[in-house]
């Protein structure tokens, strides 16, 4: 069988197969490492660069270009740094230990201006060919490549990968003109998910901001930011009056509930009342103790640990855990108003300030009951829940195209190479 991959461009269709090496014939680990803690790094300005393990695994993508991205620096006054040990463009470098099976991620350094080296817990490797810019950095992250790696990962508590089982891994590449073309286009991939990505979060720090502004401060009667048509001055609720909390837990193992989606807090986003894609329905999960009924447009809110901000507003009938409320607005206080209420920075400090106890934190239907707030007439708050309904969409479909694009990507790097 040709060693070609299932997908290429097709200016290379016809071309040679690629080749297969050792991983330890194409690149030298001899380059050396430090082993300073996080505590021996800074963020203001220094002398050397060092790239931390622990940013490789969670903070870096496959390719780390100097300038751009955050690094953190080495504090003047330790020793024991020695321009053997500066690190080059194309230099890839290996994450050898973590908690989990993410060990052996790596990253390849370009665009190097300055004194960089490598630190705890890491491997480098250097190219001892010419590669194109970026392949290497995206190859040995795919799935192809690390399937390889995962077989040859020890330990227990902590999982790490050795440099001689790094050097005997099989690598496989093209021609440079190949190399090339993959590099650059994962790279433009990378920068339309970063640019999403960008969007998203400015988003979300929008409602943040809007959140504090449409809702008075503490100690006023009106918010900062308006809709024209509303100037009367917000009025003091108390929750007891305005907000019923379910107590309808009804028995899932009745066959009328099988089919409904239970969605409890695990199935949820922190802070931004997403549901999560593992929702699974009553049937699946094969329920059996006493759960929570909500409908649509009931508010659902996690009781346990509210410092997580666990809540969604329903759309559909279904089931939540007992470790949630359900709510809906009485006596004037619309639903969507009310989803947006338990979202402000006024009612989570209150939910956390409330829940700190011994053992599991968690706000009780008494301790809800005893918050008061400010609200305004019904048509504002309609006008309001209605605002941030929208916001919340336009966030939800930018988080969409977000996840398709990071789909997107992991399939090519499967099926670009072989």
């Known amino acids: 069988m040709k060693n070609v991959p299932k997908l290429r461009f097709p200016e290379f269709k016809d071309t040679e197969p690629w080749e297969q090496?050792?991983?330890?014939?194409?690149?030298?680990?001899?380059?050396?490492t430090n082993s300073l803690s996080r505590e021996k790094l800074v963020i203001v300005e220094g002398d050397v660069k060092n790239i931390h393990y622990g940013d490789i695994l969670v903070k870096y993508n496959n390719v780390l270009d100097y300038e751009s991205s955050d690094i953190p620096f080495i504090a003047e006054s330790e020793p024991g740094v020695k321009p053997e040990m500066f690190l080059q463009d194309?230099?890839?470098v290996f994450a050898d230990a973590a908690e989990d099976y993410s060990v052996g991620k790596c990253i390849e350094l370009t665009n190097i201006s300055g004194n960089i080296v490598s630190g705890l817990h890491t491997i480098v490797a250097r190219p001892r060919i010419n590669f194109a810019s970026y392949f290497m950095g995206y190859y040995l992250n795919s799935d192809i490549y690390r399937k390889q790696v995962l077989p040859m990962i020890q330990g227990a508590k902590v999982s790490s990968i050795s440099k001689r089982n790094l050097s005997i891994t099989e690598i496989s590449f093209?021609?440079?003109?190949?190399?090339?073309?993959?590099?650059?286009?994962?790279?433009?991939?990378?920068?339309?998910?970063?640019?999403?990505?960008?969007?998203?979060?400015?988003?979300?720090?929008?409602?943040?901001?809007?959140?504090?502004?449409?809702?008075p401060k503490n100690g006023e009667s009106f918010p900062e930011i308006r809709f024209p048509e509303f100037t009367d001055a917000w009025e003091q609720r108390r929750w007891v009056d305005t907000v019923n909390i379910s107590t309808e837990m009804i028995d899932p193992t009745l066959s009328e509930y099988a089919e409904m989606p239970h969605i409890a807090p695990g199935n949820l986003e922190s802070f931004t009342g997403r549901i999560l894609n593992n929702v699974k329905t009553v049937e699946e999960e094969q329920l059996i103790s006493g759960k929570f009924r909500f409908r649509p447009d009931d508010v659902v809110y996690g009781k346990i640990n509210p410092q997580l901000g666990k809540y969604f507003y329903a759309t559909l009938d279904g089931l939540t855990s007992a470790d949630a409320y359900v709510f809906r607005g009485k006596n004037g206080l619309k639903q969507k108003f009310l989803f947006s209420l338990i979202q402000t920075n006024e009612f989570f400090k209150y939910s956390v300030s409330v829940s700190k106890r011994s053992g599991m934190p968690k706000i009780?239907?008494?301790?809800?009951?005893?918050?008061?707030?400010?609200?305004?007439?019904?048509?504002?708050?309609?006008?309001?829940?209605?605002?941030?309904?929208?916001?919340?969409?336009?966030?939800?479909?930018?988080?969409?195209?977000?996840?398709?694009?990071?789909?997107?990507?992991?399939?090519?790097?499967?099926?670009?190479?072989?």
């Open 21 to 32: 090496r050792r991983l330890g014939e194409v690149a030298d680990f001899s380059v050396k």
């Open 90 to 92: 194309g230099d890839i």
């Open 364 to 418: 009780n239907r008494e301790e809800l009951n005893a918050f008061s707030f400010l609200a305004p007439i019904e048509k504002e708050q309609e006008r309001i829940g209605a605002f941030f309904q929208t916001l919340d969409a336009t966030i939800a479909s930018h988080q969409r195209k977000l996840e398709h694009l990071k789909t997107l990507k992991k399939g090519l790097l499967q099926q670009l190479f072989p």
């Open 174 to 215: 093209p021609t440079l003109p190949e190399q090339e073309r993959i590099g650059a286009f994962f790279q433009t991939l990378d920068a339309t998910i970063a640019s999403h990505q960008r969007k998203l979060e400015h988003l979300k720090m929008r409602k943040k901001g809007l959140l504090q502004k449409m809702f």
